[in-house]
């Protein structure tokens, strides 16, 4: 018999390569175990529809923003509603009754109420002035912006979210709809997040729709989906390019993380991360293919622009979002390093520098200890990004829902449908102690 080595197939190292008597971990099975079954219990999830209902009854109490008064005066009664459904219909229809009704009061209602009436977070309308400017004058990026909507803060890629909107125009309520931003962008998170179940899980297609349905239809995902979302396509984007290269399928790794990086460049550390999962996983040859596509489109897309119009990439992309321009990003949740930034010049120095430190730290646990899972490399980008977030100088609380997606998704995946077999379907990641696929 040939072996699989002498026949010059790829050998997938373990994870426990090089480490001496690994000792397994039962009780990580037993805890995801006893999650499920917390899950589903009734009064849990009684509990977390009013925890989300209070959530948005918040809003219209305390926001200063229109947008986000109108979600939460919508969603606030949703949540009550599938409290409802938890507490009052049988156990087998409970849990997607109660999703269902989430999804449409928290984040279709309002979608639809504030498409129809053109209102949006800044962002939206500045990614769809980005398409439209693409298409007329050859460029994203307004010259000399002097005020906060003037700013495109995003990669050019960004700018295709916006094509439907400079295709169809206003003209109706139907155009209004389709062609919003917000629209592409669900499409997206929903798209890359259902990829990345399919891929890492351990049922059909249909064993991730209630998943996402109540991944959506939380407060966190629907508030962003319904009032602006630009940042939940790089959500889906990252979560399909790990599980691509936790497969091994690097052509499509590439491709897909090629697509992440030209959106926004606080994404970019997700390809090193992948590209080192790829290594452990079949070798240097496929993470070597999956690097050179994704950084030959990332600059097929870049370098028209920073070849020509360099200093609108310099202005718009790197300095304002971190703040180091006359005009200041609406980004200013009171995080470490906005705090630190406020102090004056000597505490966005030391904000910058406690992002480098923070960046080099996890860079160096990432090339010592490299991802050979799914999960290891969602926790390593994760981490990273939480970094980058709290200490930049402007960052948004919202900014944490892509590292919270991305340690658990991979996860939930890897449950399998409904979660039973769960000791089965998931792997233990000894070399990073989490337990992954």
């Known amino acids: 018999m040939v072996s699989a080595r002498s026949a010059g197939a790829p050998v997938l190292p373990h994870p426990n390569q090089g480490r001496r008597n690994p000792r ?59 409290g409802a459904a938890v507490l009052l219909l049988p156990r087998r229809i409970a849990a997607r009754a109660a999703a269902a009704v989430a999804l449409l009061g928290a984040v279709l209602l309002p979608l639809a109420v504030l498409a129809v009436r053109s209102r949006a977070q800044s962002e939206v309308g500045v990614v769809e002035r980005s398409a439209r400017l693409l298409l007329h004058t050859g460029t994203p990026y307004l010259p000399h912006p002097a005020a906060v909507t003037e700013f495109d803060p995003y990669l050019p890629g960004m700018a295709l979210f916006g094509l439907p909107r400079a295709l169809l125009g206003r003209s109706g309520p139907a155009a209004l709809l389709i062609g919003d931003a917000r629209v592409w962008f669900a499409l997206a998170f929903l798209g890359g997040l259902a990829g990345s179940w399919r891929l890492l899980g351990h049922g059909p297609w249909r064993s991730a729709l209630l998943p996402l349905l109540l991944l959506t239809g939380s407060p966190v995902i629907a508030l962003s989906l319904a009032v602006g979302g630009v940042d939940l396509p790089l959500i889906g984007v990252c979560c399909l390019g790990l599980a691509l290269a936790a497969r091994g399928r690097a052509t499509a790794a590439g491709v897909v993380l090629a697509l992440a990086c030209a959106l926004k460049w606080t994404v970019w550390p997700a390809l090193p991360v992948a590209v080192l999962l790829l290594r452990q996983r079949g070798g240097w040859r496929p993470a070597v293919r999956a690097a050179v596509i994704a950084v030959a489109a990332v600059l097929a897309v870049l370098l028209p622009f920073a070849l020509t119009r360099p200093q609108d990439l310099w202005l718009q992309v790197v300095r304002y979002p971190l703040g180091l321009t006359t005009v200041h990003t609406p980004a200013g949740s009171p995080l470490p390093g906005k705090l630190l930034a406020d102090l004056g010049p000597a505490g966005r120095i030391a904000a910058l520098v406690l992002l480098l430190a923070g960046g080099l730290a996890v860079a160096g646990w990432v090339l010592l200890r490299p991802p050979t899972g799914a999960v290891a490399a969602a926790d390593r980008l994760a981490a990273g990004l939480t970094v980058a977030f709290l200490m930049a100088p402007a960052a948004r609380f919202g900014y944490l829902a892509l590292p919270a997606v991305l340690v658990g998704w991979p996860r939930l995946a890897g449950l399998g449908r409904n979660g039973r077999g769960a000791r089965r379907a998931l792997t233990v990641d000894r070399e990073s102690g989490t337990v992954g696929g």
Request: aromatic share 10%; with cysteine.
């Open 24 to 82: 397994p971990a039962p009780w990580r099975g037993r805890a995801a175990a006893t999650a499920i079954r917390l899950g589903r219990r009734r009064w849990v999830r009684l509990l977390l529809c009013l925890v989300a209902a209070g959530w948005a009854a918040t809003f219209p109490l305390v926001s200063r923003l229109a947008n986000q008064r109108l979600w939460g005066t919508l969603a606030a009664p949703a949540y009550l509603l599938a």
